[in-house]
């Protein structure tokens, strides 16, 4: 749990700097509590993509999913997440333009942002080629394997999140670990 100095939490110290915001809305479907079998699937399923990630470019990838996605919720949980285990400010608030922020990351970092990019925005239908050759060069095909389940995982994460409309600002870090 974060602290700041005047010994309040993450959660009392974002509620105190709330005053005056426009209300929140509503979750629309709490989907956890009516498809616990598929919630419990999508836990096991996020646990065998992250086995044998590095933590830091898990939530990376997690993080510049969720911000393509518009997904709040995520977005506020995986950028506590990181800060909580020692992730740089700065370096998350320049994910959103790592592209031209690339000296903030490693060469390994930056090919799996690239695939988060082009794993996550389908538009043109498929992964470019160069896309993937260059995660390939950074990552051995088993580490591979998991960058790319750790990047549908958080994508599906982030349709229940956006879908339902979950309200970022409550979590704490940890939470749901």
């Given at each position: 749990?974060?602290?700041?100095?005047?010994?309040?939490?993450?959660?009392?110290?974002?509620?105190?700097?709330?005053?005056?915001?426009?209300?929140?809305?509503?979750?629309?479907?709490?989907?956890?509590?009516?498809?616990?079998?598929?919630?419990?699937?999508?836990?096991?399923?996020?646990?065998?993509?992250?086995?044998?990630?590095?933590?830091?470019?898990?939530?990376?990838?997690?993080?510049?999913?969720?911000?393509?996605?518009?997904?709040?919720?995520?977005?506020?949980?995986?950028t506590?997440?990181?800060?909580?285990?020692?992730?740089?400010?700065?370096?998350?608030?320049q994910?959103?333009?790592w592209?031209?922020?690339?000296?903030?990351?490693?060469?390994?970092?930056?090919?799996?942002?690239?695939l988060?990019?082009?794993?996550?925005?389908?538009?043109?239908?498929?992964?470019?080629?160069?896309?993937?050759?260059?995660?390939?060069?950074?990552?051995?095909?088993?580490?591979?394997?998991?960058?790319?389940?750790?990047?549908?995982?958080?994508?599906?994460?982030?349709?229940?999140?956006?879908?339902?409309?979950?309200?970022?600002g409550?979590?704490?870090?940890?939470?749901?670990?």
């Amino acid at each position: 749990m974060t602290t700041y100095t005047d010994d309040t939490t993450t959660a009392e110290h974002t509620a105190e700097h709330r005053a005056g915001y426009t209300a929140e809305r509503p979750a629309r479907l709490d989907w956890a509590k009516h498809a616990p079998e598929v919630y419990k699937a999508m836990v096991r399923l996020e646990t065998a993509a992250r086995k044998g990630l590095d933590h830091t470019l898990y939530e990376l990838v997690k993080i510049r999913a969720s911000q393509i996605n518009h997904c709040a919720f995520c977005i506020d949980m995986h950028t506590k997440d990181a800060l909580a285990s020692g992730e740089s400010v700065e370096r998350i608030v320049q994910l959103s333009a790592w592209d031209e922020s690339r000296h903030f990351y490693t060469a390994k970092e930056l090919a799996a942002l690239e695939l988060t990019e082009a794993v996550t925005v389908l538009t043109d239908g498929f992964v470019p080629d160069e896309v993937y050759e260059n995660a390939a060069r950074h990552f051995d095909e088993a580490e591979l394997a998991r960058v790319i389940a750790a990047i549908t995982v958080i994508n599906a994460w982030n349709r229940f999140g956006v879908t339902c409309r979950m309200a970022p600002g409550h979590y704490e870090p940890g939470q749901y670990k």
